[in-house]
């Protein structure tokens, strides 16, 4: 993940700038999401090949670069795959950052591709020659596009205009040049002609928003989208685009920790029109968006919005163990819901844009398993919990402390005997306080009446503003309500 924001980083210095005038917004700053976590995970079986064949474009490298970056065991085979990826792009600087990583892994120098003084590594050797033939047709092509672009000005035609600079960012995406792309997709706005060719020009700059990690900038063009002239009265519109967008609103909720606005956008997909396979899969939306329902709904909400939806059902049956964790929970069987969690969390944290969330949602699913469990009792055997929960006695009662101190379970701890205890609010006293409040509110709401009339009656008139006679007011009440009450 380091490497990638360095990468990005890099880009964007290198094309710092004056702002093209044409430009709707300008090129995204530094990426929001300066929070990174750095681990390390063990996984003992992961095909990587089938993970890659899921993705598409940069999504597919970026994403095994972050499995080089955080999986030791796999780093090899995860750079040697990207690599074989990247030479099918334009992307030299890209395939020069990969050699380098995995030459760092390997900690030998790689074979030159010359053949001079040849060595056996089994690595891929690094062709000098391939960087520089791609950075020259890399250029040819920069300048064909850029000429057929003014060819097509030159003919006022709109909708070949507007292709042109959506080929030109494709390019540029094809290159890796992440900024530029940004500004040639922009200036195809002042040239789009529908409703659907503006939000595909807003899709194309989230995408390239979602690879800098630039979570602002995406959010402001899912707004811009979805903000679209004929978009909430056209259904086929809504039909066609509605869903890619929730799953990339759901996405930036997500990277922004506002985990039960991300299942709500999440939970509003549908199967057959999502169109992101070059950001996520549908399985993809199905762990995202189940992962965070059941870390952020309550029993009611996992019931209506999650096990009756018809339509995200259809995500669920993609990852079986997601959606068995998410049954057991509900069916109130919390060892085999964690149980489930536990065996597929060395992968989830394998997830680009799920792996630094993946700790605190387990947390969060896990003090609502504790919650639920403890809510019908009155007392509970704390060793009984811990063999249900899988947990050292010492680590639950910390845990069922923090969650005490909190104000999410109300009881009392009995360290000696190891039983929870529930705490019962004394609703006679409740009764009273609520009484004696809406008394005293009762008595403010008369003085004021008086107050009212009697200033009618003697006809006083104040010159002071709103504001300051407000402020006389209260304080008359306050006065005289000191009075009567003492």
């Known amino acids: ?97 990969l050699h380098h990583k995995l030459q760092q892994c390997h900690g030998t120098v790689l074979p030159d591709v010359t053949g001079a003084n040849p060595v056996d590594t089994g690595l891929p050797v690094f062709n000098a020659i391939w960087v520089e033939t791609t950075t020259q047709k890399s250029a040819m092509k920069l300048e064909k596009l850029d000429g057929d672009l003014k060819n097509y000005k030159s003919n006022s035609i709109k909708e070949s205009i507007r292709r042109g600079h959506n080929e030109i960012g494709d390019h540029y995406v094809n290159c890796g040049d992440l900024i530029e792309a940004t500004k040639s997709y922009s200036k195809a706005r002042d040239y789009c002609t529908s409703s659907s060719h503006v939000i595909s020009m807003c899709l194309n700059i989230i995408k390239v928003g979602i690879y800098l990690q630039n979570w602002s900038h995406v959010i402001n063009y899912i707004i811009k989208a979805e903000s679209t002239p004929d978009y909430m009265e056209n259904s086929e519109l809504q039909t066609t685009y509605s869903s890619t967008l929730k799953c990339m609103t759901g996405l930036a909720e997500l990277a922004g920790r506002k985990y039960k606005s991300a299942a709500q956008n999440f939970l509003k997909t549908n199967l057959d029109y ?57 069916e109130s069987k919390y060892e085999v819901c964690l149980t489930i969690l536990s065996r597929i969390k060395p992968i989830l944290l394998l997830d680009i844009y799920l792996g630094s969330h993946i700790n605190q949602l387990y947390s969060n699913i896990r003090s609502k398993a504790m919650i639920q469990y403890f809510c019908p009792y009155d007392s509970a055997d704390l060793r009984k919990m811990a063999l249900c929960f899988n947990t050292p006695l010492p680590d639950l ?7 005490i101190l909190d104000g999410h379970i109300k009881a009392r701890i009995d360290s000696i005997n190891k ?68």
């Open 397 to 403: 009662e910390n845990e069922l402390m923090q969650l």
């Open 274 to 330: 999502v169109d992101s396979c070059d950001v996520m899969t549908p399985n993809d939306i199905a762990i995202y968006g189940g992962l965070c329902a059941l870390a952020t709904f309550n029993r009611l909400e996992l019931q209506n919005s999650v096990i009756c939806n018809n339509s995200f059902k259809l995500f669920l049956e993609l990852e079986p163990e997601v959606r068995d964790a998410i049954f057991k929970f509900y």
């Open 1 to 97: 993940m380091a490497s990638l924001r360095s990468l990005n980083r890099t880009s964007r210095n290198a094309q710092a700038g004056a702002i093209d005038p044409m430009q709707v917004d300008a090129p995204p700053e530094e990426n929001d999401n300066n929070e990174e976590e750095l681990y390390e995970v063990d996984v003992d079986s992961f095909d990587l090949d089938t993970y890659a064949n899921s993705y598409i474009g940069l999504a597919r490298i970026y994403r095994l670069m972050y499995v080089a970056d955080h999986c030791p065991r796999l780093r090899s085979d995860a750079l040697r795959l990207a690599i074989s990826h990247v030479i099918n792009t334009m992307n030299a600087n890209l395939y020069q950052v």
């Open 419 to 486: 039983i929870l205890y529930a705490k019962h609010p004394n609703q006679r006293v409740e009764t009273f306080e609520k009484a004696m409040s809406m008394a005293q509110q009762y008595s403010r709401y008369m003085h004021i009446l008086v107050l009212k009339s009697q200033m009618i009656k003697h006809q006083l008139n104040s010159k002071l503003g709103k504001v300051e006679r407000l402020n006389i007011i209260g304080k008359t009440i306050n006065v005289d309500f000191v009075k009567i009450s003492g």
